[in-house]
């Protein structure tokens, strides 16, 4: 499918569309598309006379279908839908996809499904409907994209900043987007506005020598005291969540383990971030670890992982304690 820079170049080109196909997770780049169609359309952003916002699950379908046929004001001739959550029309999808198919001249709509939804009724494969997937950028474009929102507020950002600083935000373009917004206000104290490692480490509450990087590293060098050490600071020191200290060792454990897959040592970087969703600083941790521990030792800590999260989501067991026990039981599998 083609991405949301693909749709913003041809709005851009003049190349419109009575009819858009969207696959979302987040409503960041949706939100962009409608405020890139209202310039192109009414010659402003902040132009919403004739813009119109509805929910599937709250609207009717020949409610919705009433407005994306008739005209638009007596003052424009143009008028622009987007319309969220149409996996809610699943009762009626195959009326709904035939009806999206009819367009009116002075009509633009935007159909936005949940990704997932997209690929298990393999929308994307419908004949005669062109999905575009506004969920994700592929990741020369990510990058590019991120380096782009920091530059727009005069903001710049090295390489391995833009590793660390993408890597540690959970997949969502709300969230890295909410992120760039609050990193953007950091005092440079009058020095050139340059992004590094180490700020983006200190933003985000880790110290270099101190980080969940360096405690993997510990726990498959088995450096038990270094490994504690670090432990203790991400815990008691810098307030770490047990839950997302868990979920992040997990994802290095599921690198190792894709990195036993034959071959994937020399796979490009493209497809390890398409296929296996793994980008700088993780991809560099894979490829150095994944022979020094055996399936056999992948088995036994992702069962400590298991029976780690399961507790710490349902006994009164301390989390501190219960992640001390996993951290001791990784570096001996």
């Known amino acids: 499918m083609r991405t949301f820079h693909d749709f913003r170049n041809e709005v ?3 190349k419109l569309k009575n009819v858009y196909y969207i696959a979302a997770i987040d409503n960041y780049f949706l939100s962009r598309a409608g405020e890139i169609l209202r310039e192109k ?8 006379e004739n813009f119109f916002l509805k929910y599937a699950d709250e609207t009717p379908m020949q409610e919705l279908f009433d407005l994306t046929s008739g005209g638009a004001s007596l003052f424009s001739s143009q008028k622009l839908v987007i319309v969220k959550r149409c996996e809610k029309y699943s009762r009626k999808l195959s009326e709904f996809i035939e009806k999206t198919k009819v367009t009116a001249e002075d009509s633009y709509i935007l159909y936005a499904f949940d990704t997932s939804f997209v690929y298990e009724k393999k929308l994307d494969e419908v004949k005669g409907i062109d999905f575009y997937d506004f969920s994700e950028l592929p990741q020369r474009e990510l990058y590019n994209w991120v380096k782009e929102e920091f530059s727009t507020r005069n903001i710049s950002i090295n390489n391995d900043a833009l590793d660390l600083f993408i890597t540690s935000v959970p997949a969502s373009l709300e969230l890295l987007n909410t992120e760039i917004e609050k990193i953007s206000n950091y005092d440079f104290e ?5 992004l590094t490692k180490e700020i983006i480490l200190q933003f985000i509450g880790y110290d270099r020598e101190y980080s969940p990087d360096e405690l993997m590293t510990a726990i498959i060098k088995k450096d038990q005291n270094r490994a504690f050490s670090i432990l ?6 810098k307030g770490l969540n047990e839950v997302y200290l868990l979920s992040t060792i997990s994802n290095y454990y599921m690198d190792l383990l894709s990195f036993k897959t034959p071959g994937l040592d020399a796979v490009d970087s493209r497809t390890l971030y398409q296929k296996y969703k793994m980008w700088g600083d993780r991809v560099k941790f894979a490829k150095n670890y994944h022979k020094s521990i055996n399936i056999n030792s992948l088995d036994k800590a992702f069962a400590k992982i298991i029976d780690t999260d399961k507790k710490l989501k349902t006994s009164m067991l301390d989390p501190k304690i219960l992640m001390t026990s996993l951290v001791d039981g990784l570096i001996n599998a």
């Open 41 to 48: 359309l009414f010659g402003s952003k902040d132009n919403k």
């Open 232 to 237: 203790n600071n991400l815990l008691n020191s």
């Open 190 to 194: 009058g020095n050139e506005p340059l």
């Open 12 to 14: 851009s080109a003049g």
